[in-house]
């Protein structure tokens, strides 16, 4: 059982129109006691993939995230999801699980518009960021 730490919302759009690169505060979950006070931050970068118009790269890391866990900090991992056609959220990425840091710092990853956005770079994404619990799965 994961616990949602917090989102940030964005467009592919707007992160290329800002250089490639957007730094967003996280919206924390309303359920989770954190040091509002705290800044905490996710970094989104996106680059074209050069061999393809159809795919993008995406860098993603955060700074001070919630410790979660009791004899450690948090086990984060993000999962991404847009908006489809019929107002729903539709997973569209899972990220790997870094353990024990409040600064994550994730794998680059290739993913192709379509998958992530239906082409469309004005798609409203959600980016949630979780923290994994191991000793239920």
Request: proline share 4%; net charge neutral.
């Amino acid at each position: 059982n994961s616990v949602l730490l917090g989102y940030i919302q964005c467009t592919v759009g707007r992160v290329i129109h800002s250089g490639g690169e957007l730094i967003l505060p996280i919206t924390w979950n309303e359920d989770i006691q954190v040091d509002r006070n705290t800044s905490t931050e996710v970094v989104v970068c996106i680059r074209e993939d050069p061999f393809s118009k159809e795919n993008i790269f995406i860098k993603m890391n955060g700074a001070n995230l919630d410790k979660k866990d009791f004899f450690g900090k948090s086990d984060p991992y993000v999962i991404i999801y847009r908006r489809n056609e019929r107002g729903k959220l539709q997973k569209c990425y899972r990220s790997e699980v870094i353990k024990n840091t409040l600064f994550p710092d994730w794998k680059p990853i290739l993913i192709c518009l379509d998958r992530l956005c239906g082409g469309n770079i004005d798609c409203e994404l959600y980016f949630r960021c979780f923290d994994w619990d191991g000793a239920v799965g």
